[in-house]
């Protein structure tokens, strides 16, 4: 049933000259930060921040603290319908390379960075907000997430990802705001110390339709945790580098994203419980709409149920029921 569906990649670079193209999704944080008079100073400093975090967890050998810098492209994936003539903007990520100045080499990172969807959109800004109204009690509608799960890990398996990518993806996000999370004894030369929340939240089982794990760690000279969703063995299946590469570029993105909770002037502690009304925190030198990105998500979760969901619904239907990548 996979072959129902096919892919295609495309990729552009990330630096100080990017511009959106008109079909980017613009609810993606790389975009965000790419316009507005701000946007060469915006992308400068973001890119500036990852450099830096990136030399100050990779510190070994590494004197003077600029032997690395990251280079990042935008991967664009587009999904196609068998039969149709018909493809669709599925997924965007950033892929991570990392330079090493000393060696003059050139290493592969992770793909996965700024995870956007447009079906997961249409998920969380459209399916479920609809379910939900003037219900007196919060539900899941039934099946959520099996769609969008199951089009993920077609990509995963698909000849496309595998001809462009050596390694599964991982996918770093915020920590959430109605979860307690408590410390552990557990903890990584890179990826810090491990924390393990209180309960499962709805992030988590969607993302485990995407037949992906989560583990919660927060790296040294972090101020908050950060959640890792990834197939396999996060602890073994990636190097050291490539690790830092996705904390460095995904804590950069929280701290302009989510400053209440990672650029916030405390420590977490043994328990805790992340606060998105924080008053206790810095602000970075970086312009961000976070308000403007809410409406988007939902602008563009009704653009994928208008352009995807329902013109091939029976299709989509028929497939998700039926496809297994257990």
């Given at each position: 049933m996979s072959n129902h569906f096919t892919f295609s990649i495309k990729s552009i670079g990330f630096d100080e000259h990017y511009q959106p193209a008109d079909n980017t999704r613009l609810t993606t944080n790389f975009a965000n930060l790419a316009r507005g008079e701000s946007r060469r100073q915006n992308l400068r400093n973001a890119l500036k921040m990852i450099d830096n975090r990136f030399n100050a967890l990779a510190q070994w050998d590494n004197p003077n603290g600029d032997r690395y810098s990251v280079e990042l492209e935008i991967v664009s994936v587009d999904i196609h319908i068998e039969g149709s003539g018909h493809s669709f903007p599925s997924?965007?990520?950033?892929?991570?390379?990392?330079?090493?100045?000393?060696?003059?080499?050139?290493?592969?990172?992770?793909?996965?960075?700024?995870?956007?969807?447009?079906?997961?959109?249409?998920?969380?800004?459209?399916?479920?907000?609809?379910?939900?109204?003037?219900?007196?009690?919060?539900?899941?509608?039934?099946?959520?997430?099996?769609?969008?799960?199951?089009?993920?890990?077609?990509?995963?398996?698909?000849?496309?990802?595998?001809?462009?990518?050596?390694?599964?993806?991982?996918?770093?996000?915020?920590?959430?705001?109605?979860?307690?999370?408590?410390?552990?004894?557990?903890?990584?030369?890179?990826?810090?110390?491990?924390?393990?929340?209180?309960?499962?939240?709805?992030?988590?089982?969607?993302?485990?339709?995407?037949?992906?794990?989560?583990?919660?760690?927060?790296?040294?000279?972090?101020?908050?945790?950060?959640?890792?969703?990834f197939f396999g063995d996060l602890l073994n299946d990636y190097t050291n580098l490539e690790l830092i590469s996705t904390i460095s570029t995904m804590e950069t993105f929280q701290k302009i994203y989510r400053p209440e909770i990672y650029n916030a002037n405390a420590v977490a502690g043994k328990c805790y419980q992340p606060d998105l009304k924080n008053q206790d925190h810095s602000i970075t030198q970086i312009v961000y709409d976070r308000e403007e990105r809410s409406k988007l998500a939902v602008a563009q979760g009704k653009f994928a149920e208008e352009h995807f969901i329902k013109p091939h619904r029976a299709i989509l239907e028929h497939w998700s029921a039926s496809a297994n990548f257990a």
């Open positions: 997924i965007e990520v950033l892929k991570t390379n990392i330079v090493d100045h000393k060696t003059n080499e050139r290493i592969d990172g992770i793909v996965g960075n700024n995870f956007s969807s447009y079906v997961r959109d249409y998920d969380f800004s459209v399916l479920l907000l609809d379910h939900n109204k003037q219900q007196a009690k919060f539900s899941i509608p039934a099946n959520f997430g099996d769609l969008h799960g199951k089009l993920f890990q077609c990509f995963v398996s698909s000849a496309a990802y595998k001809q462009r990518f050596n390694k599964p993806p991982v996918i770093c996000l915020s920590v959430s705001d109605n979860k307690t999370y408590h410390r552990t004894e557990n903890q990584h030369p890179v990826l810090g110390v491990e924390y393990l929340p209180n309960e499962s939240s709805l992030t988590e089982q969607y993302f485990k339709k995407m037949g992906l794990q989560v583990r919660y760690f927060m790296p040294a000279n972090s101020v908050a945790p950060l959640a890792f969703y």
